[in-house]
């Protein structure tokens, strides 16, 4: 709870997000201590809790959760963001 505090994503600077804190940290402690080597694909329709706004609706993983990714879940290849599956 303490990247509430922080204003850390997935948490909002109003201290919302707790929904969302859950799915990520799911995420996270289900990659973790896997033996595949990934990438890992993170696929959500609410791209503005998880992402950072890269241009005109070009959407990619916000750096809070991207370094998250990489420092808890112990994955140096990192995770992959996309809105839809083709």
């Keep these: 709870m303490l990247k509430s505090y922080e204003s850390q ?3 909002k600077s109003t201290g919302e997000g707790y929904k969302d804190f859950i799915i990520w940290e799911s995420i996270k402690g289900h990659i ?3 033996t595949t080597a990934g990438p ?9 809790d998880f992402c950072a706004e890269k241009s005109d609706k070009e959407w990619t993983l916000h750096p809070d959760l991207k370094s998250q990714f990489e420092d808890e879940a112990g994955c140096a290849r990192g995770i992959r963001y ?3 599956v083709l």
């Design 40 to 48: 890992y694909y993170f696929l959500v329709n609410n791209p503005a």
């Design 82 to 84: 996309d809105r839809k």
């Design 9 to 11: 994503k997935p948490f």
């Design 32 to 34: 973790k201590g896997k």
